[in-house]
């Protein structure tokens, strides 16, 4: 089955670029997105298609994907940030997700 | 502005049925062509894709994971811009928040958005 791998964590100060990796075997020929999930929260999707923000995400949110790697990007990461990241796709009629990254920012 | 709820039991018993509703307003779901679908999240843990429906008109198509597959029934009805999960012979591994979302799911593209609010269901004795 195809599996998504992201790191367990990430640490970033604030103000600075986060990056959340996101790996799966030829990941970049099939289109990837990203949801935040604050804690008690519901996961909100912040990037789709790879690239795109739905409306009302911030701009410093972005989004890229080839090859292996879908890759998140936050630019000038606030405190609000502070979430669990989920990398998800499709393969075979099947949903999968990554199995998150907590982003910490300290 | 699509938006929806989950609701159905937070108690289940081991070996019995988990049955959820998920009701969507703000738009009709007969209108919409789309993918709807169910996700969960045990305690602490990550994020696992049930299973998702098709509407279009009067073609359905469900699909489910592969994991769960042999216990798991999604249907929908456009009359009461519903749709539903059924889990069968439920354990404590059941234990979970069971959320749905609209499902976009087109060649090469899969997301979820909207999702409900998320509704706790404790497999329990």
């Known amino acids: 089955s195809y599996e998504l791998t992201q790191p367990h964590s990430v640490s970033v100060s604030p103000g600075q670029t986060a990056t959340i990796t996101c790996s799966g075997d030829n990941l970049g020929d099939r289109y990837a997105c990203w949801y935040q999930q604050k804690p008690g929260q519901i996961p909100v999707l912040v990037i789709y298609k790879d690239t795109k923000r739905p409306a009302g995400i911030p701009e410093r949110f972005s989004g890229s994907n080839s090859g292996n790697t879908a890759t998140l990007t936050i630019s000038g990461t606030q405190a609000l940030d502070e979430a669990d990241y989920f990398c998800?796709?499709?393969?075979?009629?099947?949903?999968?997700f990554g199995g998150g990254t907590k982003l910490t920012v300290l | 502005q699509l938006q929806l709820q989950e609701s159905g039991p937070g108690l289940v018993k081991p070996s019995e049925t988990l049955s959820l509703t998920c009701t969507v307003s703000?738009?009709?779901?007969?209108?919409?062509?789309?993918?709807w679908g169910w996700i969960r999240q045990s305690p602490g843990e990550g994020l696992e894709w049930i299973g998702s429906?098709?509407?279009?008109?009067?073609?359905?198509?469900?699909y489910y994971s592969p994991s769960l597959k042999t216990r798991v029934t999604i249907s929908l009805d456009t009359a009461k811009n519903e749709f539903y999960l059924r889990l069968r012979s439920v354990t404590a591994a059941d234990t979970a928040v069971y959320y749905c979302a609209r499902h976009q799911w087109e060649p090469k593209v899969s997301h979820l958005d909207p999702w409900g609010q998320g509704t706790l269901v404790n497999v329990s004795s």
């Open positions: 998800q796709t499709w393969d075979s009629s099947t949903v999968v």
């Open positions: 429906i098709y509407s279009g008109g009067s073609t359905y198509y469900t």
């Open positions: 703000g738009d009709s779901i007969s209108r919409i062509s789309s993918y």
